[in-house]
């Protein structure tokens, strides 16, 4: 019966990875689009409402966070091939020996 907990143990470890990384990536980033056109007001919205500088201000935000997410990702990809691991042991992930 073990077999079975350490199975779905990892089963939802990787459901949620692949909902994080799979959905919810897009998800910030329409999100991003959808604050960007409130931001902008005017013919991007359906109510033709008055810019607001916070729309815009959380569109960059999140931007961020998506941008920040694929660097991760990519600096994880380089450093397994130079035979690195990407460390996140302090505040800000590092690259060490593996």
């Known amino acids: 019966m ?3 907990g350490f199975a779905l143990e990892g ?3 990787v459901l949620l990875a692949g909902l994080l990384l799979g959905a919810g990536l897009p998800a910030i980033f329409a999100l991003g689009i959808r604050s960007m056109a409130f931001g902008a ?3 991007a919205e359906v ?3 008055p810019p607001h500088p916070v729309g815009r201000i959380g569109a960059y ?3 961020a966070v998506v941008l ?3 660097v991760l990702g990519i600096t994880f990809i380089v450093a397994g091939g130079f035979g690195k691991a990407l460390s996140f042991e302090h505040i800000y992930p590092t690259i060490v020996d593996k």
């Open 47 to 49: 109510d033709h409402a």
């Open 61 to 63: 935000l999140l931007f």
């Open 2 to 4: 073990s077999n079975l």
């Open 11 to 13: 089963a939802w470890k």
């Open 68 to 70: 920040l997410a694929v």
């Open 41 to 43: 007001g005017g013919d």
